[in-house]
């Protein structure tokens, strides 16, 4: 076998015709080698007392008249602070995501979010079949979505009018000029579909696509929105790859777990900071966690360049720590707030400005806080 062969794994490739290259027509796979994380002591692991606002389990709650024919809302929602140690904070509503697509409610599951600097630019992951795990990626052009079709306010029903006439095959020609601020990529198998993030380093989308011992990280195109690159790993025997990711202006990659028992507390939480390389990944335990995690389930992990700040985000509950201080954080470090509606809490990404974009289900839609956190 030839070294380019070797280097592109299982890429499978076809001839440009008339230009002597070659172009990849499906994901080149790396398979590492060794144990992905670094060792650690267990004995000098250590926890920092936050203060504890942990949100138990709840049923998933709609937006409100939602259930109820509430399909083309015409005004915002609002989801506020509740309780913890940020003392004000509203998420208001900024874009009602398409529920319907191809058939009755096939789009209504998103599962993550990537949101440009500027954020002009959406990406998000739905999961059409939470069987298969088969999900896909939809691209917005929000700056001209806005500007021009105002689905962030005097027309906030104008994305789900759109492609649920798509659905049902009465299209008007705004309908299709909304269509074109959309690219809609290939189905394809992605695990959970927590993860979606991008590295602001290098432009990459990155998705975790088998959160397990055994564990993958894949690579998507910006451009055909369908994985490009897969690298398969072991953590170790015992380390399970997290469902979350995101990355710091820096490049570095970041994912959490919670703990259930044995040598962490029960119900605390664990920080792994690393890098997804081109061939390979490697992480490491920062060896202080949270004494008390957000809530009952972890559903996604965002970063603030703004802040310079993590967020771990649970359902209707949000901790987050800063960077700089990770290892040495104390109590007063570690910022929490509960809030209200009891939605399922599906992403959270932030724009140059600060400003967050909360992403959450029933229906699918993304609210813009009012303030910093």
Known sequence: MKNWQRQLGTAVFATVLGLGAVTAVSAATYTQKGN?????????????????????AYAYQSAPGYDRGGLYQTTPGMISRTAGT??????????????????????????????SKDGNTLYTLIMLNKSSQTGRIVKYDLGKLRSQYHISTTNMTALR??????????????????????????????????????????????????????????RVSTKTLKPNKRINFTLKSTVAMGENLTFDKNGNAYF????YGGWAPKNSLKIYKGKINKKSVKFHLVMQG?????????????????????????????????????????????????????????????DQNGDGYLMVNKGAEILKTTGRF
């Open 36 to 56: 992905a994380l670094a060792n650690y002591n267990v004995k000098k692991y250590k926890t920092v007392n936050n203060k504890n606002y942990y949100q138990s």
């Open 290 to 350: 949270l004494r008390h995690n957000p809530g009952w389930k972890s559903q996604s992990i965002a970063y603030s360049a703004n802040s310079n700040r993590l967020y771990f985000v649970s359902n209707s509950s949000i901790s987050s720590v800063p960077v700089s201080k990770l290892g040495k954080l104390k109590a007063k470090d570690v910022k929490a707030v509960k809030l209200s509606g009891q939605r399922e809490f599906e992403g959270l990404q932030f």
């Open 256 to 259: 959490y777990t919670y703990s």
């Open 86 to 115: 940020v003392k004000s904070l509203t998420f208001k509503t900024d874009i009602y995501l398409p529920v319907t697509y191809a058939t009755s409610g096939d789009w209504g599951n998103p599962q993550s979010e990537v949101l």
């Open 161 to 218: 009018r759109a492609t649920y006439d798509k659905s049902v095959n009465q299209l008007t020609a705004t309908d299709k000029a909304i269509l074109n601020c959309m690219q809609v990529g290939p189905t394809f198998n992605a695990g959970h579909g927590q993860s979606l993030a991008q590295n602001p380093k290098t432009g990459e989308l990155w998705f975790v696509g088998a959160a397990a011992v055994k564990a993958n990280v894949q």
